[in-house]
Structures are given as structure tokens and as C-alpha cells.
């Protein structure tokens, strides 16, 4: 096996849980500088990580070995939150407005996007192309630029760049600004990555993903102007109960399903799938973030990546894959909320990946017999067999019992409370998530820009 650049990332998974939600906030693609232990190796995209804990991998290109570090003295306990069937009366829905202040028009409704908010069960887009620049133009009529913002705060640091919260000059709203240095993306080899993030999320629109208002760039830097979410991650939440209720990983799972459902109608595979890329907002919604891995694929694809406990045997073996790599990952994350830990999980990474492609899993007793039916059609090597990758698309996975209590309809228009409301003391509030040492930016100053080729669309 040949060896390539292989991401590591901060592993919370399996660290003993801190005191709920240390300062710090989030928001996509976050990481620490200071967690690589080797020399050559690097992040691929940004993504949030919380400082101080031991790493995992996130891998792109062929597959090398790379640990995941476990701390074995972590207290094993049923949930431990007292979940609140309330909604957040301090978040009233006020219309739409992009950064530079104008209101969306229908009354409130989102007029981002000219594709569909629902999830169309019948077939995929008949153009496999998602319609990025009509889409694109319709978010930002305004030319953005770093002086309609205020920066407030680092949301996370990586290889990359860094994310702020900032806020709009013109309407005085919160968002997540990603900034990414152009040098390091083209040294890292992630141009496409990045451009593929930028185009999908320019193109979809959907109430559980994250919201792109627009982009721009200056001589150094990439900026994506962001939907800020402040609950914090899924994962941060996991962590912290360590094994979730049925019914409350079934809320969750839902909310991805769907999320799922729908980038598939639009021929998109989101290939990182993992709580850390799951946030939650004020009323305990998902959102979806971090789309650098994110793909349009009308039919089958062939790159390596993802994140190692969620990678299908399709992916390892090096085949061509398509959709069914995301249905696979949802059956990881259905089990590892479960159970608060990945069914494949290893300290060695080669092993972890014979486990992947003999896909043993073994069921821990307190499952449910419709959880673990659904798991074993989930977690399957054969596609034949692999719900989601059916004649019948993603209804076999939303028609099989184990969602049977699940008002699907209702939940794609958010009038399902969540299960845990997190504490956000208003908007901009970042007590969710850590916080991090503030350094001197070098934003909007001239500089040489030889890479402003490749960096068109921004």
C-alpha cells in the first residue's frame, strides 16, 4: 500500500468528556495547528478541533497508517442530560437578510436558491450539474468584502487559516467567516477541495445545512461568509453523555437522513459524514457543516477520503463508489450514538480497516431489535443489499420501523422540538465552544498574489 498525505485531526471521540460546553464557538471547518505529532503529514480542510486532546485521521489519497488515540479511562453511562421538550423564545424567525442587509422577499421565506427546500423521494436531478452561478448570484447581489465586517473572535485555527465570528456592518447580524491562505491550499494540493465546497454550498439550500452567503478574496486569503451556529457541535454533545437515548439519536439521525436524502437528489455526496461535522442551532436542529470533501457525483467516484471510522469497504478497497458510502456512514453514526463509540473502532488503523471490509459488528444488548435491523442494512458491504442504494432510494430507510415514530414531514419543517435545547444566551453568544489565543491577521493587506488563477470563482 502506497503511502500518502494522511489528515489528522483532534480524536474528542474517545477522550473523558470535560465540563459541559468550554467557552469556544463554531461553525465548519475547524482545526488546531498544534496537533500534528509527525512531520509531513497535514489537515486537508479546515475543521473545528478543540485543543489539548489526542488525534485521529482524516484520510485523502491512499490509505497509510495513522493511529487514533483512546483514553481507556473513560466512565461508560447512560445519558446524562435532562433533555427539554421547550423552543427558544429568545430566537424569534425574522426574515432572511444577506450580510450586506437587504431582506429576503415571499414574506420571510429564503429566496437564496432556486433549488428545492424538500426532499423529492421520486429520482435524482435529471442534470447532474448543480446549477452553482444562478444560485450563487442570487445570495449576494453585493460584492462582500472584509470591511463589511467586524471580526470578534477566533472560532478555530488549522493548516489552512482560521474561522471568526463576525458580524455585519450593515445588519448587524452574526456570521462565520472561514479564511483559508491561499499559499497553503495550493501547497496542500486541496484547490479542487476547496472550489468543490464553495460551488456546493453556493448551489443547495436546504433547512438542515449550513447557509453560504457568499464568498470573496484578497491577495492572500479565501474568505465564505457563513451561517453561524451556536449550539455547538453533535459531537460536543455526545461526548458528553456518552451514549444517547434511542429516541434522541433517532431525532438526530432523521434530521440526517433527510439531509442526506436531498444533497443525493441533487447528485452531491457529502463523503464526511461524523458528529464533528454536525452543529446544532438555538432550537437544537442540525446544521450541517464542512463540505470540503462534498462531490457532485451523477454515477460513481474514486477518491479516497473521509474519516477512517467512517469509511465504507468500497472506499478502502479502492473501488469505484457512489451515494451509498453516505448511507453506510449513517449507520456508523446511528451506532456510535448508541453506543459512544465507532463499531469498527481500533488503535491501529490497518486493523480498524480489516474490520471496515469484514464488516463483524457486534450488537451491544440494549440495542433495540429494530435498531439493529436497520443497522445491519445499513452496515453492509454488499450494495445489493445496502438500504439507501435500493430500487427504492432513501425510503427504505425512512419507511423501516425503527423510524416508525418519526413524523418526517413535520421534521423537514422544523415542527418537531429537539430532544436537548442547548444554552445560548442570544445571538453571537459562543459559550458553546472553546476558545482560542488571538493572534495578528494579515487580512486585506497588497501582497504578491500568484495564485489568484486558480481561485476564480471567489
Not at 458510502?325 to 463509540?341: C, K, N, P, Q, R
Request: net charge neutral; hydrophobic share 35%; with cysteine.
Amino acid at each position: 500500500m502506497s503511502t500518502a498525505a494522511v489528515t489528522k485531526e483532534n480524536n474528542l471521540r474517545h477522550s473523558p468528556p470535560t465540563s459541559p460546553m468550554i467557552p469556544s464557538q463554531t461553525i465548519h471547518p475547524y482545526m488546531k495547528d498544534d496537533v500534528p505529532s509527525k512531520p509531513h503529514t497535514y489537515f486537508t480542510n479546515l475543521c473545528y478541533m478543540p485543543k489539548k486532546k489526542k488525534s485521529c485521521a482524516t484520510v485523502v489519497g491512499p490509505l497509510e497508517k495513522n493511529k487514533r488515540s483512546r483514553d481507556e479511562d473513560v466512565e461508560s453511562k447512560e445519558t446524562c442530560i435532562k433533555f427539554q421538550q421547550l423552543t427558544c423564545d429568545s430566537f424569534p424567525q425574522s426574515p432572511p437578510q444577506t450580510p450586506l442587509g437587504s431582506v429576503s422577499k415571499n414574506n420571510g421565506k429564503d429566496d437564496l436558491a432556486e433549488v428545492s427546500t424538500h426532499v423529492d423521494l421520486s429520482e435524482p436531478s435529471e442534470n447532474p450539474t448543480v446549477p452553482v452561478e444562478r444560485n450563487a448570484k442570487r445570495r449576494s447581489s453585493v460584492e462582500l468584502n472584509l470591511k463589511n465586517f467586524t471580526l470578534i473572535r477566533t472560532l478555530g485555527t488549522g493548516s489552512f487559516g482560521r474561522v471568526h465570528l463576525a458580524r455585519s456592518n450593515m445588519n448587524q447580524r452574526f456570521y462565520a467567516i472561514k479564511v483559508l491562505r491561499k499559499i497553503d491550499i495550493v501547497r496542500l494540493k486541496q484547490v479542487e477541495h476547496t472550489k468543490h465546497e464553495r460551488a456546493i454550498l453556493s448551489s443547495v439550500k436546504y433547512t438542515f445545512i449550513v447557509n453560504l452567503w457568499g464568498t470573496f478574496q484578497d491577495d492572500g486569503n479565501l474568505y465564505m461568509v457563513l451561517d453561524y451556529v451556536p449550539g455547538g457541535e453533535l459531537f460536543t454533545f455526545m461526548r458528553k453523555c456518552i451514549k444517547l437515548q434511542e429516541d434522541v439519536a433517532k431525532f438526530y439521525a432523521a434530521e440526517v437522513l433527510l439531509t442526506i436524502a436531498y444533497l443525493h437528489t441533487q447528485n452531491v455526496i457529502y463523503r464526511d459524514l461524523k458528529p464533528e461535522n454536525i452543529l446544532l442551532d438555538a432550537q437544537g436542529h442540525i446544521k450541517i457543516t464542512d463540505f470540503g470533501f462534498a462531490k457532485i457525483v451523477p454515477d460513481i467516484t474514486w477518491t479516497l477520503c473521509g474519516t477512517p471510522d467512517y469509511l465504507a469497504p468500497e472506499i478502502i478497497q479502492s473501488k469505484g463508489y457512489g451515494k451509498a458510502v453516505d448511507y453506510w456512514a449513517l449507520g456508523v453514526l446511528i451506532y456510535e450514538m448508541l453506543a459512544g463509540v465507532a463499531p469498527f473502532y481500533d488503535d491501529n488503523q490497518f486493523k480498524l480497516y480489516e474490520k471496515i471490509v469484514s464488516c463483524k459488528v457486534s450488537y451491544p444488548s440494549y440495542f433495540s431489535e429494530e435498531a439493529v435491523d436497520l443497522l445491519k442494512h445499513l452496515l453492509t458491504p454488499d450494495l445489493s443489499r445496502r438500504y439507501g442504494n435500493l430500487k427504492e432510494g432513501p425510503k427504505d430507510v425512512l419507511d423501516h420501523p425503527w423510524f416508525k415514530s418519526i413524523d418526517f414531514h413535520k421534521l423537514e419543517n422544523r415542527q418537531i422540538k429537539a430532544p436537548y435545547i442547548p444554552d445560548v444566551k442570544g445571538e453571537g453568544d459562543a459559550s458553546n465552544f472553546d476558545s482560542y489565543e488571538e493572534v495578528a491577521s494579515k487580512y486585506g493587506e497588497n501582497e504578491p498574489d500568484p495564485y489568484r488563477k486558480y481561485f476564480t470563482e471567489f
